[in-house]
């Protein structure tokens, strides 16, 4: 059985993990920012189009 050398690098330090932590914690919350927020646009353009199909057959019923 063979047995591999590691090679020795430097100890990360604790600032180091909180960085990468930091940084994949801000990477998925302006991930769920922008979802939010592209359905929130969507749900607004869906409301128009009710609006405006209610117009429509308002008016079509009352003519």
């Known amino acids: 059985m063979e047995v591999h050398a590691h090679t020795h690098t430097e100890r990360k330090k604790w600032t180091h993990?909180?960085?990468?932590?930091?940084?994949?914690f801000l990477a998925v919350f302006c991930g769920f920012l922008a979802e939010n927020w592209r359905e929130?646009?969507?749900?607004?353009?869906?409301?128009?189009?009710y609006i405006f199909s209610m117009?429509?057959?308002?008016?079509?019923?009352t003519a």
């Not at 993990?17 to 994949?24: A, D, K």
């Open 17 to 24: 993990y909180l960085w990468e932590f930091l940084m994949l």
């Open 40 to 49: 929130h646009i969507v749900e607004h353009k869906r409301e128009k189009q």
């Open 55 to 61: 117009i429509k057959e308002l008016e079509a019923d």
